[in-house]
DNA sequence: AGTCAAGATAGACGTATGTCAAAGCAGCTA
DNA sequence: TAGCTGCTTTGACATACGTCTATCTTGACT
């Protein structure tokens, strides 16, 4: 009776929930996710009233936590969701069995 | 195509998030969510190396962002999950439809 | 009432975080 | 080369957060 969490994991898993627990990163994260593509920097800025640095930090807070990637192409850069990460992101949020009630 | 998150979820999503965006309040969560049962604050405080009044806190941030609950029972205090808040968390991670690699 | 134990609350302290303006860098076009 | 555009980095600032000690509340048992 116990599959709870060991430390480290909850470390791991705590940095990634924390990449999503800010509005904008969960919207930014929203918006790469369900776009089935990828998505044009320019075309994600001005859906926020943050300023385009602000952007530009919290996508590499995604991107440092493993949940989306990016490439340039051009004077633009595109960024493209991981799909595993939230996947395992999900396994985590699973109740792991014997779930009474 | 753009199912992606309104402001208004962004926000409530990210403050459940933030509740799970910490290696003490993940391990917790974990804890009672893997009981199958209520548990006693008595049995968790030990299992961690910070001081009780701060796992204290952290219940108390899990409580208010709707992931467990908890009666008091004569001197003791038992905690226990609420998994529709954990499963209403996986949908939002759930990458919304047409997940093109 | 008095005492003890389990948890919660209050207040303080250092660190981390979200934001912006300003500067920097990469790639286009001329 | 120069100049422009899209995005990132830097540095600064105010606020939020995690932790602790000290204090309070609740209930049990004399």
């Known amino acids: 009776m116990d599959a709870a969490l060991d430390n480290a994991g909850a470390v791991e898993g705590a940095a990634v929930f ?18 089935g593509d990828e998505v044009c920097v320019c075309d994600i800025t001005p859906r926020f009233d943050v300023s385009g640095p602000t952007i530009s930090h919290h996508l590499k807070v995604l991107r440092e936590a493993g949940l989306v990637d990016c490439e340039r192409r051009g004077t633009w850069v595109y960024y493209w969701p991981r799909p595993e990460r939230l996947t395992w992101l999900s396994t985590l949020l699973s109740v792991p069995a014997g779930t009474t009630v």
């Open 18 to 35: 924390k990449a999503l627990a800010d509005p904008v990163r969960l919207r930014l994260m929203s918006i790469i996710a369900s776009a």
